[in-house]
């Protein structure tokens, strides 16, 4: 018998090992994700042009939303991951309805205060609806993301997370850039096909690329929080044993 057969009979028998989510280091994770996730909708409304590539003000914030994704599901398995999302858009849905309210609370009448307040409605009215478009395709990218990884460590364990990290966030990123695109566009001022077509290929390669850029920082930080996190060396001991 190989030692490639052995390894996988190994990885179908042995279940991979998950940190108990009741740690500060899920809470920090969580709470970054929420802040990332409403962030990235406010900068979302604006849109951006760097030479011939169209975007949005969010694109620099929307990856590291996805590297708390990875970090979150590696660590502490997919219902971890499923919970800090659905958290980071309650976040999201209750930033929207707090603008809401903000806006039609009534403003002072001098003339200063009505061109604010004017500005304060188009920056932050059309919200919701990078909100919904993040929200669609957040979701379905992540789950598609996390679900990928989870699979991948079912198969390799502890070996392969350069592989699982690639592999896992261009499938995310590609449903999540198709769907979030065809919501957002119109709030951003896209108005043609040419353009849309800009607007999600050059998303959908720089989010790639960012998180590429930043896998040797994520897989730093994934192996100190495993290193760190009781519950998971618990697991992995029981793994090895």
Not at 177 to 189: L, Q, R, Y
Not at 217 to 241: C, F, N
């Amino acid at each position: 018998m190989t030692s490639d057969s052995t390894s996988h009979k190994l990885s179908a028998t042995v279940r991979p090992a998950y940190a108990d989510r009741g740690s500060g280091h899920y809470d920090i994770l969580l709470t970054l994700m929420c802040v990332v996730v409403i962030l990235s909708n406010i900068g979302g409304s604006k849109g951006v042009q760097l030479g011939p590539i169209t975007t949005d003000g969010g694109f620099f914030l929307f990856p590291l939303a996805y590297v708390m994704g990875d970090i979150t599901t590696e660590i502490y398995g997919i219902k971890a991951a499923r919970r800090a999302i659905i958290m980071g858009f309650i976040c999201a849905i209750l930033s929207v309805l707090c603008f809401w309210a903000i806006i039609a609370l009534p403003g002072f009448t001098d003339s200063y205060s009505v061109s604010h307040d004017a500005a304060l409605e188009i920056a932050l009215g059309p919200l919701w609806q990078m909100v919904l478009a993040g929200v669609c395709g957040f979701l379905a990218g992540q789950f598609t993301n996390s679900v990928i990884m989870v699979r991948l460590k079912a198969k390799w364990l502890e070996r392969g997370l350069v592989g699982r990290l690639m592999g896992s966030t261009g499938a995310g990123e590609a449903v999540d850039t198709i769907i979030f695109c065809a919501i957002a566009a119109p709030v951003v001022g896209i108005s043609s096909f040419g353009q849309w077509c800009n607007y999600a290929f050059f998303g959908f390669l720089w989010k790639t690329l960012a998180e590429y850029a930043c896998v040797p920082i994520t897989t730093r930080v994934i192996a100190w929080i495993k290193k760190h996190e009781p519950s998971y060396q618990e697991k992995l001991t029981h793994q090895e044993g």
